[in-house]
């Protein structure tokens, strides 16, 4: 099947103002699609311009297919493995008959301005070079895409990571720990069911209100491991590990704000994640906040972008305050910063 791609460029900070003059004055121009891509665009701006300093306020890319009546809009960072991506569906022909599969998995639909919209998730240890987008009418297949992926690589920490306690492997876990350990993995594992709805608004929101990575997502670590014989520390294997998340400097009782509107599906006290909140922002999306001192939002608790969920601490597995936040589509981690910045636009 032909399809057609274009690639916009994504504007210089420099270019911004003239190209939203520009949107100002030929919008009423602009077909239906370019004027989505503009105000979406927009909308991306006046979200990360409420991010803190330092934090990167890069504009998400936008690329664009087209295959007979039927028109994919893809957003992301950059394309590259584990980063999120925003999809949208655009036809003027039944446009709720559309089906999204993506490398044969198949994705909720929720209702956009004009389109209908799913996310993805390119998995950081992936070692595929191109999704491939299968758009579905009924069973036939109405169009397909071939959506290349950008093979990052991500960094490999210096030195080991010693979580205190954690890494003091002298004493054999008491029952009642074992315990605590296999109900909250129960929790957990209740709180990753997303439902088929978005919840999401057109808001997106920084976790925090300073800007300082600790640790970025997907870096390799090793956690040290020893026991006390005797009094002296025996070195074990340590055990490698991929960060999960991006660390967040945070003080004790810095405020952790939800990065989207959602639903509040976890919100306990747990033994390595400490004190943690999910939110559940449907069509898949889910995001978690670790280590908190307080907890604020409750379960079951509707909450908006923005709206201070906790308080940042050192509970759980850590070697000093601050926040772990993570992200997942489909069951898939992704990086949280590349997720805020995607301009996605519901049906109001
Ligand atoms: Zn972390």
Not at 45 to 65: H, I, M, R, S, Y
Not at 137 to 156: E, S
Not at 268 to 290: A, F, K, Q, R, T
Request: net charge positive; glycine share 8%.
């Amino acid at each position: 099947m032909k399809t057609i791609m274009k690639t916009f460029l994504r504007p210089k900070k420099s270019l911004y103002f003239l190209y939203l003059l520009c949107f100002v004055f030929c919008a009423g121009k602009s077909t239906r699609a370019s004027s989505g891509v503009d105000s979406q665009l927009m909308q991306a701006q006046a979200n990360v311009a409420t991010f803190p300093e330092g934090a990167d306020k890069t504009l998400p890319q936008v690329k664009k297919f087209q295959s007979a009546d039927i028109t994919l809009y893809a957003w992301s960072q950059d394309f590259a493995r584990g980063h999120a991506l925003l999809l949208e569906l655009e036809t003027d022909n039944r446009l709720n008959d559309l089906q999204l599969v993506v490398n044969d998995k198949k994705l909720p639909l929720s209702l956009g301005q004009g389109c209908r919209y799913a996310f993805y998730a390119n998995a950081p240890n992936s070692t595929r070079r191109e999704n491939i987008v299968r758009v579905l009418r009924g069973a036939n297949l109405a169009a397909d895409f071939k959506l290349p992926v950008v093979l990052k690589a991500y960094p490999v920490a210096r030195s080991k990571l010693n979580v205190q306690n954690f890494s003091n492997k002298s004493k054999p876990m008491t029952k009642e720990t074992i315990k605590f350990i296999e109900e909250g993995v129960k929790k957990k594992q209740k709180a990753f069911v997303s439902a088929n709805e978005s919840y999401l608004g057109q808001e997106m929101r920084y976790p925090r209100d300073a800007h300082k990575i600790t640790s970025p997502f997907f870096i390799k670590r090793i956690y040290e491991r020893f026991k006390v014989v005797k009094g002296k520390k025996k070195s074990l294997p340590g055990k490698t590990s991929y960060h999960g998340g991006t660390d967040l400097k945070a003080p004790v009782g810095a405020p952790i704000f939800a990065i989207a509107d959602g639903v509040v599906n976890l919100a306990e006290l747990l033994y390595y994640e400490g004190n943690i909140v999910m939110i559940d922002h449907g069509n898949g999306v889910i995001s978690g906040y670790m280590h908190q001192s307080e907890l604020i939002a409750k379960q079951g608790e509707r909450v908006k972008a923005g709206q201070q969920i906790g308080k940042a601490g050192a509970t759980g597995m850590v070697t000093g305050p601050h926040l772990h936040i993570f992200m997942l589509i489909h069951g898939v981690k992704i990086d949280p910063l590349s997720f805020i910045i995607l301009p996605v636009r519901p049906a109001r």
